[in-house]
T-cell receptor, first 115, second 109 residues
Framework: EAEVAQSPRYKITEKSQAVAFWCDPISGHATLYWYRQILGQGPELLVQFQDESVVDDSQLPKDRFSAERLKGVDSTLKIQPAELGDSAMYLC?????????????FGPGTRLTVL | GIQVEQSPPDLILQEGANSTLRCNFSDSVNNLQWFHQNPWGQLINLFYIPSGTKQNGRLSATTVATERYSLLYISSSQTTDSGVYFCAISSGSARQLTFGSGTQLTVLP
């Protein structure tokens, strides 16, 4: 069964360091999402791609976060420099189409701890 | 944006009991999904149910879009059902999901 892949699964870093997370969506899925989940809360959207284009990055802290999906397939989310408040689960999801009616499928997530 | 409220926030059951989780939302929806978050943090898709009723084994879900709520039913609960259950919705032109705060379910042996 097709799944969303993410790596690494766990990352521990010190504040002010750079970190990067990778996501490979389900094959053929045009829309890719990065969500952040703080402990005890539901996930919240950081950035959404349609193919290689960003369609919503209004909640992405652009002074330190960047995201790309260069060939419209896999994606990388980067944080530089990391801060203590960035400790969270970073979840990637994909959906097959362009409309909001499409079911989203999530990867296993990357759990980030910033010391 | 759309508001999503889940109840109850916490639920403790004995194995074999039945339960109902509720999700209220503030606007019309074009996508409603129920997820189970396992202890490792992965979100497992349970139902894609913007309207109507679906069943999958011991789980079933109903969404009444005109009254802006959805229910998740768990029958004959098992310890492996423990975890956090999320309702998530997209509305209008927005494609991203807005999540509720979740229901923490604990099933005791």
């Amino acid at each position: 069964e097709a799944e969303v892949a993410q790596s690494p699964r766990y990352k521990i870093t010190e504040k002010s360091q750079a970190v990067a997370f990778w996501c490979d969506p389900i094959s053929g899925h045009a829309t890719l999402y990065w969500y952040r989940q703080i402990l005890g809360q539901g996930p919240e959207l950081l950035v959404q791609f349609q193919d290689e284009s960003v369609v919503d990055d209004s909640q992405l802290p652009k002074d330190r976060f960047s995201a790309e999906r260069l060939k419209g397939v896999d994606s990388t989310l980067k944080i530089q420099p990391a801060e203590l408040g960035d400790s969270a689960m970073y979840l990637c999801a994909s959906s097959p189409g362009t409309g909001g009616t499409n079911e989203q499928f999530f990867g296993p997530g990357t759990r980030l701890t910033v010391l | 944006g759309i508001q999503v409220e889940q109840s109850p926030p916490d639920l403790i059951l004995q194995e074999g009991a039945n339960s109902t989780l509720r999700c209220n939302f503030s606007d019309s929806v074009n996508n409603l999904q129920w997820f189970h978050q396992n202890p490792w943090g992965q979100l497992i898709n349970l139902f894609y149910i913007p309207s109507g009723t679906k069943q999958n084994g011991r789980l079933s879900a109903t969404t009444v879009a005109t009254e802006r709520y959805s229910l998740l039913y768990i029958s004959s609960s098992q310890t492996t059902d423990s975890g956090v259950y999320f309702c998530a919705i997209s509305s209008g032109s927005a494609r991203q999901l807005t999540f509720g705060s979740g229901t923490q379910l604990t099933v005791l042996p």
